[in-house]
C-alpha cells in the first residue's frame, strides 16, 4: 500500500536575532545535537535560542553545535558530566535505566496531543534524571518518523533472513533479531558510508535524519511501519539549571515547550515533504504495512521489551509509561 503524504508546510530558515542593544548575556548555555544544519529540527534549536533570548531579556544565550561536534551519539550523559555541553540529546544510556528502555518503546500512537504526551512522559523520567544530575528540557519529536530502508524492496520486514541491519540500541537489536536479522549498532554520521560500502543491508532510522544525510542514494525502499513511540530527549546538566535565576529557569522550560509546539507542523510536513521528493524524483520507493502486520509485529517483540522495562523501571512507573501510551492509542 503506497503512503498518502500529507500536505507540505513551505519553511523559511531562521536566523538568530540580532542583539544590538540586548542585555550582554550572563550565561552561555552550549547545545550540542547530532542533527546537522539541512535537517529541520536544527531551524528548531534555532527558534528555541531565540525564544530564550527574547523570554530573558538576553540575560542567557543558546550557542548550538550541530552534527555531533561536541561529542559522539553514546556520550550525551558523559558530555552534561563533565563539562563539555549544558544541553545535549541522551540517548539508551545505562545510567538511565528506565529512559533507555522506554525512550523507544514498541507501541501505535496518535500524534494528536504529541506535545502534552511528550511532556507526560518526561515527568515521569524525571526522578531517574535527577539521579545522575540532568533534568529534561526539550522533548524531540521521534515517534512521527522512526522507519526502515533497505537496499532492495522487501516483501515483510518480520522475515529479514539474515539481514544486516542497522540498529540504534539493545532492544532494536532484539527486535531485528526476533524477526531473523542481524543487528549492526552504526552512529548517525557514519551510516552513509556504511550502506554505500555493504556493511548494512537494511537502516532502522528517524527519516528526518536519514534524509539529512542524503541516504536515500544509497538505501532507497522505504518501509513505513509506524511501530515507536519515540523521545529522544534533551537534558541538561542540573548544576547549570539550578545556577539560573527562577526566572530564567522559568523562561528557559517555556521556550522550550514553546518549541515543541512551533516545530511539530513543520517537521511533520518537512518528513512528509523529503519522502515524497525521494520516491517521486529519486526513484526510491515507500511503502506502508497494514494495521493487522503493524499488531503483529508489536506483539512478535513487546513481551521481551515489557520484561526489560519492568526490571528497569519498577512495575509501578512501567506501568504508569505503558498506561501513558495506551490512553494516546489511535
Known amino acids: 500500500m503506497k503512503i498518502t503524504w500529507k500536505k507540505t508546510f513551505a519553511v523559511t530558515a531562521f536566523g538568530l536575532a540580532a542583539t544590538t542593544g540586548a542585555v550582554q548575556a550572563q550565561t552561555t548555555l552550549r547545545l550540542s545535537t547530532y542533527v546537522n544544519e539541512a535537517d529541520i529540527r536544527y531551524q528548531g ?22 552534527s555531533g561536534t561536541l561529542h559522539g551519539w553514546s556520550e550525551g550523559v558523559d558530555s552534561l558530566q563533565g563539562g563539555v555541553s549544558d544541553i545535549s540529546w541522551i540517548n539508551a544510556d545505562n545510567r538511565l535505566p528506565c529512559y533507555a528502555v522506554t525512550s523507544l518503546y514498541p507501541a501505535e500512537v496518535s500524534l494528536e496531543n504529541q506535545v502534552e504526551m511528550d511532556a507526560a512522559y518526561a515527568e515521569l523520567v524525571r526522578a531517574e534524571a535527577a539521579n545522575v544530575n540532568l533534568v529534561p528540557l526539550i522533548n524531540s519529536n521521534y515517534s512521527y518518523d522512526q522507519e526502515w530502508w533497505f537496499e532492495e524492496p522487501i516483501a515483510d520486514i518480520g522475515k529479514l533472513d539474515g539481514q544486516l541491519v542497522r540498529s540504534i540500541g539493545p532492544l532494536v537489536s532484539m527486535m531485528i533479531e526476533s524477526w531473523g536479522g542481524e543487528p549492526v549498532f552504526v552512529a548517525p554520521k557514519e551510516v552513509f558510508q556504511s550502506a554505500e560500502r555493504g556493511v548494512v543491508d537494511g537502516i532502522n532510522m528517524g527519516v528526518a535524519t ?92 513487546k513481551d521481551k521489551w515489557d520484561a526489560e522495562v519492568d526490571a528497569a523501571c519498577g512495575a509501578g512507573l512501567a506501568g504508569e509509561i505503558r498506561d501513558l501510551l495506551a490512553s494516546n492509542a489511535p
Not at 52 to 61: F, M
Not at 219 to 242: S, T
Not at 261 to 286: C, F, H, I, R
Open 210 to 301: 536519514y534524509s539529512s544525510w542524503k541516504l536515500w542514494t544509497v538505501m532507497p525502499y522505504m518501509v513505513n511501519a509506524n511501530l515507536f513511540y519515540g523521545n529522544i530527549q534533551y537534558m541538561m546538566n542540573e548544576d547549570k539549571f539550578d545556577a539560573l535565576t527562577p526566572e530564567e529557569q522559568t523562561a528557559l522550560t517555556g521556550a522550550a515547550t514553546e518549541t515543541e509546539a512551533w516545530l511539530k507542523p513543520l517537521y511533520e510536513g518537512w518528513v512528509d515533504q523529503q519522502v515524497g521528493n525521494a520516491v517521486m524524483q529519486g526513484g526510491g520507493s515507500a511503502v506502508s504495512i497494514s494495521d493487522e502486520q503493524r499488531a503483529s509485529l508489536i506483539a512478535s517483540v
Open 45 to 66: 534549536f534555532q527558534h528555541f535560542a531565540e525564544l530564550v533570548a527574547e523570554k530573558t531579556g538576553g540575560s542567557v544565550k543558546v550557542d548550538i553545535f550541530p
